[in-house]
Nanobody
Framework: VQLQASGGGLVQPGGSLRLSCAAS????????MGWFRQAPGKERQFVAG????????YYADSVKGRFTISRDNAKNTVYLQMNSLKPEDTAVYFC??????????????????????WGQGTLVTVSS
C-alpha cells in the first residue's frame, strides 16, 4: 500500500492550497481516509476525515469552515482544500487510510489507531 501526498508549499496568510493524496495497493473505495498534521515540536493531530462513500465528513474544530475534504474514488485520490490559511496551520500534513466499517469510523475518525496506512507527509508553511 502506498499513499502519496502532494501539494504542500509556502503560502501567505489568508491564502489557499489544495493537498492531494493518491492511493495504490488497496481497494480505495472501501477505506475511510483522513488528514492529520504535525507542527514543529507538537504531537500529530487530526485535521479531517471522510468515510469511504464520501457521504460523511469530519473536521477538527480548528479547521471547520476553512478546510474541505473530498475524494474521487475513480482516481483513488483524497483531497484537502485549505482556505483562509493561518500561520498556525503550518505543519507537515499526512494522509492516512482507515479500513473500519463506516459505523465504527463515525466513532473513531480522529483516532490515529484506526488508520492502518500512512503517507509520507507534505509540508505546508503559512508565512508572510
Amino acid at each position: 500500500v502506498q499513499l502519496q501526498a502532494s501539494g504542500g508549499g509556502l503560502v501567505q496568510p489568508g491564502g489557499s492550497l489544495r493537498l492531494s493524496c493518491a492511493a495504490s495497493g488497496l481497494t480505495f473505495g472501501t477505506v475511510n481516509m483522513g488528514w492529520f498534521r504535525q507542527a514543529p515540536g507538537k504531537e500529530r493531530q487530526f485535521v479531517a476525515g471522510i468515510a469511504w462513500s464520501g457521504g460523511s465528513t469530519y473536521y477538527a474544530d480548528s479547521v471547520k469552515g476553512r478546510f474541505t475534504i473530498s475524494r474521487d474514488n475513480a482516481k483513488n485520490t483524497v483531497y484537502l482544500q485549505m482556505n483562509s490559511l493561518k500561520p498556525e496551520d503550518t505543519a507537515v500534513y499526512f494522509c492516512a487510510a482507515d479500513p473500519s466499517p463506516p459505523q465504527d469510523y463515525a466513532g473513531s475518525y480522529n483516532m490515529e489507531y484506526g488508520y492502518y496506512y500512512w503517507g509520507q507527509g507534505t509540508l505546508v508553511t503559512v508565512s508572510s
